[in-house]
Each structure stands twice: as C-alpha cells, then as structure tokens.
T-cell receptor
Framework: NAGVTQTPKFQVLKTGQSMTLQCAQD?????MSWYRQDPGMGLRLIHY???????DQGEVPNGYNVSRSTTEDFPLRLLSAAPSQTSVYFC????????FGQGTRLTVV | KNEVEQSPQNLTAQEGEFITINCSYS?????LHWLQQHPGGGIVSLFM???GKKKHGRLIATINIQEKHSSLHITASHPRDSAVYIC????????????FGTGTRLQVTL
C-alpha cells in the first residue's frame, strides 16, 4: 500500500518549458488536490478534483492545468514555466484525513 | 487577516521542555489537522480532531470548537521533534476543503 506517490522529487526547468508533475494514490479516494508551498505562506490550493472527470480551480490556478481520467491519478501540468512558479508542490489525497505526497521542489530559471 | 493563524511562528526549546503551539481559526470547520514537515521532507498528518483531545506518544492535541482554537503540545521535547508544524482546517464553507496556517518552525536543541 503505497499511499500517495508524487514524482519527480526535484526538477529544474527553463523559462517557457512545460512539464507534468505526477500524483497517484492507491486508497480509492475521490478527493485529490495540488498545493504549492512558498516561504512565509501557508500551502495554497492550485486545483482539486472530487472524482474522475471532475476538476476545479483553487486559489492560484493560473499557469497550471489538471485532468482526472482515473480515480488513481491526478497530474499537474505546467504549460509554460515561469520563475514565479518556483516553489515546492504537494499532491494530497482526501482531506479527512489527508495524505500528502513527498513533494516536488521545482526551480524555474 | 488569514483564516487560520498559528503562534508562535518560530520556537526554540531545549531538550526536555514542554512545548505548546497554538492555532486559531475564523471559519466554520468540521475537523482540524495537525501536520508535521521535516526540513526538505514531505508532510505527515499527526492528528485529525473535531472535538476534545487526542494523544499519541509525547504529542497531545486539543481543540475548543466554541473558542475556535486548537493547541499542539509536545512533552519531553527531543531534537528529532525539530520540524515545521502546520495547522489545517477542514473548511465547511468552501469546496476547497483545506485551509492552512503558515506553520510554526520548531527547533529543539541539546
């Protein structure tokens, strides 16, 4: 039982490049979410999903896309990376209780 | 004003000390999480509570729903307790579900 698997752990991108952060859970949770964590700020919600085929925007959605084709997977896509997207990203499954991935430290240069 | 406020922001303690971290919130909630994040590490859930008190080892979490306040206590602190402790509430008012505090950075020294 792996819980929440998030990859990669580290990534460096050049401005304008695109990439996908992967998130998978094996607990059959309907609710999944993506957050970014920046110094001095609490985790902020980027996008969330309440089930396969259903996604919605959170607090800071600009520059990010998501899809939810299966219950297990919830990838986050950066369309054209910008330095302002340098952050630590966390995927989470469920919210009561909540299970978090290990995080992705992304640097955009 | 943030919906979830934690205090203190930073805390330094000596090994063995009793530690209290506070969390106040201003929204309606159905539950509250205490989370732990070690430097460079992932986020681990310590407690989820909706009333009263929970204990796990040296950690104790309490919540007062009427006062919209929760505390995390660490008894007999140890250097391995050094981490960021994050309070997060399950917000009944929005679909986004979790609202986070900015965290309390704890350092326990020998």
């Amino acid at each position: 039982n792996a819980g929440v698997t998030q990859t990669p752990k580290f990534q460096v991108l050049k401005t304008g490049q695109s990439m996908t952060l992967q998130c998978a859970q094996d607990m059959n949770h309907e609710y999944m979410s993506w957050y970014r964590q920046d110094p001095g700020m609490g985790l902020r919600l980027i996008h969330y999903s309440v089930g396969a085929g259903i996604t919605d925007q959170g607090e800071v959605p600009n520059g990010y896309n998501v899809s939810r084709s299966t219950t297990e997977d919830f990838p986050l896509r950066l369309l054209s990376a910008a330095p302002s997207q340098t952050s630590v990203y966390f995927c989470a499954s469920s919210y009561r209780p909540a299970f978090f991935g290990q995080g992705t430290r992304l640097t955009v240069v | 004003k943030n919906e979830v406020e934690q205090s203190p922001q930073n805390l330094t303690a000596q090994e063995g000390e009793f530690i209290t971290i506070n969390c106040s919130y201003s929204v309606g909630i159905s539950a509250l999480h205490w989370l732990q994040q070690h430097p460079g590490g992932g986020i681990v859930s310590l407690f989820m509570l909706s009333s009263g008190k929970k204990k796990h080892g040296r950690l104790i979490a309490t919540i007062n729903i009427q006062e919209k306040h929760s505390s995390l206590h660490i008894t007999a602190s140890h250097p391995r307790d050094s981490a960021v402790y994050i309070c997060a509430v399950v917000n009944t008012g929005t679909a986004s579900k979790l609202t986070f505090g900015t965290g309390t950075r704890l350092q326990v020294t020998l």
